[in-house]
């Protein structure tokens, strides 16, 4: 009866889900009785038909598709939840490592000045030492100094295993001269694995030193035998655990900066040795230096002569006592431990910080001798100089991301220039720039009008160059004579933006009013840089001066092969506009030309007493004389004026030659109308337009309108002299 309810309820619901009757069957189903096959069995008995089952089917189908939905929303939106909480996780992970790492130093150290202190108290007390001995009487006491016949022994059979094993290793003996204070410490077979896909690499073998590591690798032809592969110093090591995750287990990683290798011990115990003897051999050799430096900034007291019976011995003395050399204390704490602080701040990229400890020794350093130990520490600070000069070239070079602007390169920049390297980074940081540039011009999309591609080449480019300089300015304001390295970069900068400029521009034939659009953004866009004081017009005009020549000469010859063809057919027969709209427009047209008198050569009924092709002729010259006023400057003077003056003489040569070969009254009147419009208001007006645009009269055009200077030629020819 139940089952029979819920069946009405589901059919009430019309086939939905979100019914009473829907609700009743999601909880039927989730009960953990549930059988499929009684429920099926139990659905059929009580179904009329066919189509009873096909709509139940229905609703469970829509029921387990609204389920997959909500649960793949769930999922989706914990999905972000997920992703940091891994990564959280991961952090977390890494920092107990290092803390693990850490307290496992210290605790290291402290038992190595524990050992310091108990045998510095043994020699300054003999009487502590008997009395500790006494107390340990099991002879179980580690602090027991060995006699100096064992210590001998022990020393002398250390060096003789080290030469032994060494002797194995092929290319290696001119890189460990052998010296009395040199030894081995432990020594054993690894398998290295690759840092970042964990694929194994090589077997080799290491040597364990008191001051350095040693790897070398397997000989596959000769057993026992090796060759060498690196040689690592124990104060530029870290040593850092792998966790296990099998397959990959029983692994330590070590940090040699900017390298480092992953290696595999055979088993855990291995390992586990490995990591200690390490940890104990580094903290022994930094307690070893520590005391050696402390003991080399003490004043040394002289050795007592013995007594002689030299009476003047003494007297020598004192007369010429040793000169004493002011002693450099490098005892200090953050001294002993600046090239460790100096790796912490080159591996957490505290560059600041890194130039701020340089800063600190050389002026605690200036003015003092140079000491052997000085010495020795410059050495090794000079090694994390040049690592840190390898980390910020880097961070300047074009591979790494070019966003965020001129701006993301000043805190590289400014480290290099504190460090001295001013030249290097200004050299980076034009590179970068340069790099920047190039790839926001290549990211532009051609599309639609060449004029509009246009306005985003000039702002992209320009603004880029003015950020630039301005960031220039700012990091190098100090250093003067890097400005002439920038006036350089701006001059090859431009003349990339001038390569994308002219393919689009001239390359693609398009028309002189277009090139002239173009070329003017182009000036008005570099007027810009006038704010800083940087002036670059006479680059872009020294790189554009080849194709706007050849714009203007190609459209020099396309106006005088169009008013050749229209002086083939000259009928020399008056217009006829056909309308006063037509008419209108004309006027307007003549007088945007600069023709205030065409309402002269008006006639009565929409006629115009002058030839289409004079008309014609003047309507095409002024445009183009207006078009390549545009792109004038100084170096194109010479070629806008000859081109103007082989279109002109085009149309009056043609003029000239009909007026002499025309016999007709009437139409020798006419082509003296024609004539006389040329000469006295086209030419006028020409050369009227052209003193504007240049600045100076042209005495060329002043000679076209002397008609008594033109030669009698064939108006075929554009080669006529005047």
């Not at 047209?589 to 023709?595: D, I, K, L």
């Given at each position: 009866m139940a089952l029979a309810l819920g069946e009405s309820g589901l059919a009430a619901g019309g086939g939905g889900t979100s019914g009473p009757g829907a609700s009743r069957l999601r909880r039927q189903l989730e009960l953990g009785s549930f059988a499929a096959g009684e429920y099926v069995k139990q659905l059929s008995q009580q179904s009329d038909g066919d189509r009873d089952l096909q709509e139940h089917r229905q609703r469970i189908q829509a029921l387990s598709e609204e389920t997959a939905q909500s649960l793949k929303r769930n999922v989706y939106q914990n999905y972000r939840q997920f992703i940091e909480t891994a990564r959280e996780i991961s952090y977390l992970e890494s920092e107990m490592y290092q803390l693990s790492h850490i307290l496992t130093e210290q605790k290291g150290i402290m038992e190595a000045v524990t050992q310091a202190l108990l045998l510095q108290a043994d020699r300054d007390d003999p009487a502590l030492g008997v009395r500790r001995a006494a107390t340990d009487s099991h002879g179980n006491n580690p602090f027991l100094p060995l006699s100096a016949k064992e210590v001998a022994a022990s020393e002398e059979g250390r060096q003789r295993t080290l030469t032994t094993l060494l002797e194995k290793v092929e290319g290696c003996r001119d890189l460990l001269p052998e010296s009395p204070g040199k030894y081995l410490v432990y020594n054993g077979d690894l398998v290295e694995y690759?840092?970042?896909?964990?694929?194994?690499?090589?077997?080799?073998?290491?040597?364990?030193?008191?001051?350095?590591?040693?790897?070398?690798?397997?000989?596959?032809?000769?057993?026992?035998?090796?060759?060498?592969?690196?040689?690592?110093?124990?104060?530029?090591?870290?040593?850092?655990n792998v966790k296990d995750n099998p397959p990959m287990k029983d692994m330590f990683k070590l940090l040699?900066?900017?390298?480092?290798?992953?290696?595999?011990?055979?088993?855990?115990?291995?390992?586990?040795?490995?990591?200690?003897?390490?940890?104990?051999?580094?903290?022994?050799?930094a307690l070893s230096e520590k005391l050696r430096l402390e003991q080399e900034a003490l004043p040394r007291a002289a050795p007592p002569s013995p007594e002689s019976s030299n009476p003047f011995e003494k007297d020598e003395d004192e007369v010429e006592p040793p000169p004493e050399q002011e002693k450099v204390d490098l005892s200090l704490e953050w001294i002993q431990e600046l090239?460790?602080?100096?790796?912490?701040?080159?591996?957490?990229?505290?560059?600041?910080?890194?130039?701020?400890?340089?800063?600190?020794?050389?002026?605690?350093?200036?003015?003092?001798?140079?000491?052997?130990?000085?010495?020795?520490?410059?050495?090794?600070?000079?090694?994390?100089?040049?690592?840190?000069?390898?980390?910020?070239?880097?961070?300047?070079?074009?591979?790494?991301?070019?966003r965020g602007g001129p701006r993301a390169t000043r805190r590289a920049v400014s480290q290099l220039i504190r460090l001295g390297q001013s030249t290097k980074a200004c050299e980076l940081f034009l590179k970068n720039r340069a790099a920047a540039v190039h790839t926001a011009i290549r990211q532009l999309r051609i599309e639609g009008a060449t004029l509009l591609?246009?306005?985003?080449?000039?702002?992209?480019f320009f603004t880029s160059l003015l950020e630039t300089a301005r960031e220039f300015e700012t990091d190098f304001a100090g250093n003067s004579g890097c400005y002439s390295a920038f006036v350089v970069w701006a001059r090859s900068a431009m003349k990339m933006f001038v390569d994308a400029f002219s393919k689009q521009v001239f390359d693609s034939k398009e028309s002189l009013s277009t090139a002239a659009e173009c070329v003017k953004v182009a000036k008005e866009h570099c007027k810009q840089l006038s704010e800083i004081g940087l002036d670059l017009t006479f680059i872009i005009h020294t790189l554009l001066v080849k194709d706007i020549k050849g714009a203007l000469q190609s459209y020099k010859d396309i106006i005088i092969e169009a008013t050749k063809h229209r002086n083939s057919e000259e009928m020399w027969r008056k217009m006829n506009l056909m309308t006063p709209e037509a008419?209108?427009?004309?006027?307007?047209?003549?007088?945007?030309?600069?023709?205030?008198?065409?309402?002269?050569?008006t006639g009565d009924d929409c006629w115009v007493n002058l030839s289409y092709t004079v008309v014609?002729?003047?309507?095409?010259?002024?445009?183009?004389?207006?078009?390549a006023l545009k792109l004038y400057f100084p170096e194109l003077h010479m070629v806008l004026?000859?081109?103007?003056?082989?279109?002109?003489?085009?149309?009056?040569?043609?003029?000239?030659?009909?007026?002499?070969?025309?016999?007709?009254?009437?139409?020798?009147?006419?082509?003296?109308?024609?004539?006389?419009?040329?000469?006295?208001?086209?030419?006028?007006?020409?050369?009227?337009?052209?003193?504007?645009?240049?600045g100076k009269p042209a005495k060329q055009?002043?000679?076209?309108?002397?008609?008594?200077?033109?030669?009698?030629?064939?108006?075929?020819?554009?080669?006529?002299?005047?």
């Open positions: 690759d840092a970042d896909h964990m694929a194994q690499v090589q077997r080799v073998h290491a040597f364990l030193m008191n001051d350095c590591l040693l790897v070398a690798t397997w000989l596959p032809n000769r057993r026992g035998a090796y060759r060498y592969d690196a040689l690592y110093p124990l104060d530029g090591l870290a040593v850092v040699m900066f900017p390298e480092s290798r992953i290696f595999q011990a055979e088993n855990a115990k291995i390992k586990k040795e490995w990591l200690e003897v390490l940890e104990e051999t580094k903290r022994s050799r090239p460790e602080d100096l790796d912490v701040c080159i591996a957490q990229r505290d560059f600041e910080g890194a130039v701020d400890l340089l800063d600190k020794l050389n002026e605690y350093l200036a003015g003092k001798p140079v000491s052997q130990p000085v010495r020795e520490l410059r050495t090794k600070v000079d090694e994390r100089v040049r690592q840190l000069t390898d980390v910020l070239v880097f961070e300047l070079s074009p591979d790494r991301s070019l591609y246009i306005h985003k080449l000039c702002h992209v008419l209108g427009k004309l006027r307007e047209e003549m007088r945007s030309c600069g023709v205030c008198s065409f309402d002269q050569y014609a002729f003047t309507k095409q010259t002024m445009a183009f004389l207006e078009e004026l000859e081109s103007l003056v082989e279109i002109i003489l085009v149309a009056v040569q043609h003029v000239d030659y009909s007026l002499r070969c025309e016999q007709g009254p009437e139409k020798k009147a006419f082509i003296r109308q024609n004539a006389s419009f040329l000469y006295e208001t086209v030419l006028p007006v020409i050369e009227k337009r052209f003193e504007e645009g240049v055009l002043q000679d076209l309108r002397n008609p008594s200077r033109l030669m009698r030629v064939n108006p075929e020819s554009t080669t006529s002299v005047v």
